[in-house]
T-cell receptor, first 114, second 113 residues
Framework: DTGVSQNPRHKITKRGQNVTFRCDPI?????LYWYRQTLGQGPEFLTY????????KSRLLSDRFSAERPKGSFSTLEIQRTEQGDSAMYLC????????????FGDGTRLSIL | DQQVKQNSPSLSVQEGRISILNCDYT??????FLWYKKYPAEGPTFLIS???IKDKNEDGRFTVFLNKSAKHLSLHIVPSQPGDSAVYFC????????????WGAGTKLIIKP
């Protein structure tokens, strides 16, 4: 049983650099979500895909953030011109379609901005 | 504006006893509630959920209770085991959304041997 897979697990980069994270959802799940979590807080919703269509973006997702899911399978989240405030855990989740389907999470990518 | 609140940052319970984790919410549009468990350096793991049309859902040692009039839900774990030591998050979905979960800040549960 393959769960949600995220790569890399950790990313350390200098302020101003671009970073890209990858998420591979559970294979039969057509919904995919990105969240951000900082210490002592619950995850905050960033964006959501139904198959390859990005249907919702949070206002937390500034213009420096972009997410794609080109073939409706894996997804990438790119942050351009990283800032100190981008340091966080970036979590990906997937779920089946339908009403009240639980979201299943990967182990996240921890981003540290130097 | 915190719509989902977990007011206890931490809770310590003796092994074998009942653990009760609490969650309060403010949005009456929430119709689906979930509990997740999170170990350090891992993502949240789905535990149990409840729809707003029910007031109780049970799965093994885990039971979730929903009191809609009080806008309160709780997770009961009985008997508590050392492996239950983790951070527990309460999350809620609004009926006008199919996807967005609103999360509490979590409660750290420590099971003492």
């Amino acid at each position: 049983d393959t769960g949600v897979s995220q790569n890399p697990r950790h990313k350390i980069t200098k302020r101003g650099q671009n970073v890209t994270f990858r998420c591979d959802p559970i294979s039969e799940h057509n919904r995919l979500y990105w969240y951000r979590q900082t210490l002592g807080q619950g995850p905050e919703f960033l964006t959501y895909f139904q198959n390859e269509a990005q249907l919702e973006k949070s206002r937390l997702l500034s213009d420096r953030f972009s997410a794609e899911r080109p073939k409706g399978s894996f997804s990438t989240l790119e942050i351009q011109r990283t800032e100190q405030g981008d340091s966080a855990m970036y979590l990906c989740a997937s779920s089946l379609s339908g009403v009240n389907q639980p979201q299943h999470f990967g182990d996240g990518t921890r981003l540290s901005i130097l | 504006d915190q719509q989902v609140k977990q007011n206890s940052p931490s809770l310590s319970v003796q092994e074998g006893r009942i653990s009760i984790l609490n969650c309060d919410y403010t949005n009456s549009m929430f119709d689906y509630f979930l509990w997740y468990k999170k170990y350090p350096a891992e993502g949240p793991t789905f535990l149990i959920s409840i729809s707003s049309i029910k007031d109780k859902n049970e799965d093994g040692r885990f039971t979730v209770f929903l009191n809609k009039s009080a806008k309160h839900l709780s997770l009961h774990i009985v008997p508590s085991q050392p492996g239950d030591s983790a951070v527990y998050f309460c999350a809620a979905k609004s009926m006008d959304s199919n996807y967005q979960l609103i999360w509490g800040a979590g409660t750290k549960l420590i099971i003492k041997p």
